[in-house]
Nanobody
């Protein structure tokens, strides 16, 4: 199975920033499109952002457009999610996963190998 490890979460005040990392282990990340997802208590996991294999195509859920930026560095085998102007409603556990090409963020992703995720808490 593919193994991805999320990191970079933490506690931040509203309006602050965090940069999440998604590191691949045991395989080359450049063979896969990557999605970032998040799940808050009592809510379903939702797709947040998508980036194609070569980084040319990106997509964001409406609630984070203009605030979040997804990127990747295939030489470092890592994908990133830069989060600016954070809001309390961004509080969730964030996960990354390989996704199909042209993945639709509004479709439930039946993935079987979710990692531990990284906790993002936005609070004053």
């Amino acid at each position: 199975q593919l193994q991805l490890v999320e990191s970079g979460g933490g506690l931040v005040q509203p309006g602050g920033s965090l940069k999440l990392s998604c590191a691949a282990s045991g395989f080359s990340l450049d063979g896969y499109a990557i999605g970032w997802f998040r799940q808050a208590p009592g809510k379903e996991r939702e797709g947040v952002s998508y980036i194609s294999r070569n980084g040319v195509s990106t997509d964001y859920v409406d609630s984070v457009k203009g605030r979040f930026t997804i990127s990747r560095d295939n030489a470092k085998n890592t994908c990133y999610l830069q989060m600016n102007s954070l809001k309390p409603e961004d509080t969730a556990v964030y996960y990354c996963a390989p996704v199909p090409m042209l993945f639709a963020l509004d479709v439930t992703y039946e993935y079987e190998n979710w990692g531990q995720g990284t906790q993002v808490t936005v609070s004053s």
